[in-house]
T-cell receptor, first 114, second 115 residues
Framework: NAGVTQTPKFQVLKTGQSMTLQCAQD?????MSWYRQDPGMGLRLIHY???????DQGEVPNGYNVSRSTTEDFPLRLLSAAPSQTSVYFC?????????????FGSGTRLTVV | AQSVTQLGSHVSVSEGALVLLRCNYS??????LFWYVQYPNQGLQLLLK??????LVKGINGFEAEFKKSETSFHLTKPSAHMSDAAEYFC?????????????FGIGTKLQVIP
């Protein structure tokens, strides 16, 4: 089925560990982004990409890195995990980097940092 | 700058009753507006969107929303609640920022449907 695939669904990390959250879409969407969802705070944008080779920071980028080597993939790297990064992470894509299009979301990765 | 305010983090309705979820926005340019629904342990799903074609927008599962510029509102309604409507609903505003898309989400409203 076409859509946005995120792996893993669940992850527990120790403080200081690094890991990569994977995101892949098969809809040839130009725009991809990462959000974190925390209770009472809605969704906050971490990083986004408007095409292969182009990435930029969102509102909460500290502690995270991204790259976009292909149209399909947009991995999110946690450099040195901290308890404050415990959250649910969503990858979202859009046909174009335009404000007229809605997002297609992945099913999320629930990350716990202990 | 743009922002979204969702009034009421929790709303309870009886099955068969009207559903009304409130959303007010602010934007310095004419925005596009969206409603998303999130079922437990799932990602967000687009419910409907306003892109200036018509002020009354119909979405999936019987939901609709009306854009009222004078009130800067985009409230979500459904005439008759069903148990399957229990979920969290997010209002979002999208507007150009530096040539690219900037989307701001509200904090969400959890809808409880009482049998």
């Amino acid at each position: 089925n076409a859509g946005v695939t995120q792996t893993p669904k669940f992850q527990v990390l120790k403080t200081g560990q690094s890991m990569t959250l994977q995101c892949a879409q098969d809809m040839n969407h130009e725009y991809m982004s990462w959000y974190r969802q925390d209770p009472g705070m809605g969704l906050r944008l971490i990083h986004y990409s408007v095409g292969a080779g182009i990435t930029d920071q969102g509102e909460v980028p500290n502690g995270y890195n991204v790259s976009r080597s292909t149209t399909e993939d947009f991995p999110l790297r946690l450099l040195s995990a901290a308890p404050s990064q415990t959250s649910v992470y969503f990858c979202a894509s859009s046909y174009k980097a335009s404000w007229a299009y809605g997002y297609t979301f992945g099913s999320g990765t629930r990350l716990t940092v202990v | 700058a743009q922002s979204v305010t969702q009034l009421g983090s929790h709303v309870s309705v009886s099955e068969g009753a009207l559903v009304l979820l409130r959303c007010n926005y602010s934007s310095s340019v004419p925005p596009y507006l969206f409603w998303y629904v999130q079922y437990p342990n799932q990602g967000l799903q687009l419910l409907l969107k306003y892109t200036s074609a018509a002020t009354l927008v119909k979405g999936i599962n019987g939901f609709e929303a009306e854009f009222k510029k004078s009130e800067t509102s985009f409230h979500l309604t459904k005439p008759s609640a069903h148990m399957s409507d229990a979920a969290e609903y997010f209002c979002a505003v999208s507007a150009p920022s530096g040539g690219y898309q900037k989307v701001t989400f509200g904090i969400g409203t959890k809808l409880q449907v009482i049998p």
